[in-house]
């Protein structure tokens, strides 16, 4: 049985993630405080004020993001980690777990959530983008190399989504995986399990699926990870809630196929566009959408006399 990584959350202008005592009984779902109705300054050059959080980092206002149809996909890339020496069906096996967990969970009488996931792998795309004039995946990749991001000594990984900030839907979400920096394993021997994979990846599965952070410590949302646990492999009330009510069951799941925006394209971009920030889009409606990157939802590591890693928001 294969495990996954830790995740770091982060916002384009400001962090998400909080440290406090306080801890909130439900789950929590991922939302845009930035956007309301009649949203239409698409050029905006001065940041939004912040919006409220709970003492979990939780956001207490905006709309909740969702995706537009009751299926999505995901790709895992193709190289694995060299370094960690996971290769591709291992940690596509892995991911292909972490769905199964969410999906399997009884929401009701041995119902199911009313969504469907579709795997598109291999992708060759190493680093997260979203296109708006090509093809596009949702990949789920190692970063072996670097970790371009803050807390890299910490962060476990990181899920970066792309959202219409005139709606909340989602366009796009990658996830990467803190190789440089973290010592992943895929075993279920105690004494040999460091970072569970596993364990990081259906934490980040649960932010692909539009859940934030929880502050029930037993949760596979919970914001932060000890090394050698596997606690977050299996989800808590708290995660079934969550996951039974943004997708209630019995409700029609789309037969379509469930292609990312604009197409699969497995391959990058020709040429690779910003990440954070606002750019112009024709939505579905003809008008132009504004587009935000919500870049880090993750699993964190916090070095502490516990050992206790932080997970993103």
Avoid at 55 to 75: H, I, N, T, V
Avoid at 185 to 201: F, K, M, Q, S, Y
Avoid at 225 to 237: A, F, V, W
Wanted: glycine content about 8%.
């Amino acid at each position: 049985m294969r495990r996954p990584a830790r995740v770091l959350a982060a916002a384009c202008a400001a962090s998400l993630i909080a440290s406090s005592a306080y801890a909130r009984d439900d789950y929590c779902r991922t939302k845009a405080c930035d956007n309301h109705v009649g949203y239409d300054d698409v050029w905006q050059t001065e940041p939004d004020p912040p919006c409220d959080v709970d003492g979990d980092g939780c956001r207490l206002e905006g709309q909740p993001l969702y995706w537009p149809k009751s299926c999505l996909s995901f790709a895992v890339q193709q190289d694995g980690s060299r370094t960690q020496g996971i290769d591709f069906d291992t940690v596509h096996g892995v991911v292909e777990q972490a769905f199964t967990t969410w999906m399997s969970a009884d929401c009701g009488e041995g119902q199911p959530p009313s969504m469907r996931v579709d795997d598109f792998s291999p992708a060759t795309c190493d680093h997260p983008e979203y296109n708006s004039d090509q093809g596009n995946a949702n990949v789920f990749m190692f970063r072996d190399n670097d970790w371009p991001h803050v807390d890299g000594e910490d962060t476990l990984a990181l899920t970066t989504i792309t959202y219409n900030r005139e709606n909340a839907q989602i366009f796009d979400a990658d996830v990467e995986i803190n190789s440089y920096a973290s010592t992943f394993t895929t075993t279920d021997e105690p004494g040999e399990i460091r970072d569970d994979l596993l364990a990081v990846l259906t934490h980040e599965a649960g932010h692909f699926l539009g859940l934030s952070h929880d502050g029930n410590s037993p949760a596979t949302m919970y914001k932060q990870y000890s090394p050698g646990s596997i606690t977050q492999r299996d989800l808590y009330e708290s995660d079934i809630r969550g996951i039974c009510e943004i997708y209630p069951p019995g409700e029609p799941v789309s037969q379509d196929e469930c292609v990312p925006r604009h197409g699969y394209m497995r391959s990058c971009a020709v040429e690779q566009k910003s990440g954070c920030g606002i750019s112009p889009e024709q939505a579905g409606n003809g008008r132009s959408a504004a587009l935000v990157a919500l870049v880090g939802l993750g699993l964190v590591l916090r070095r502490g006399r516990l050992g206790r890693r932080r997970l993103g928001t």
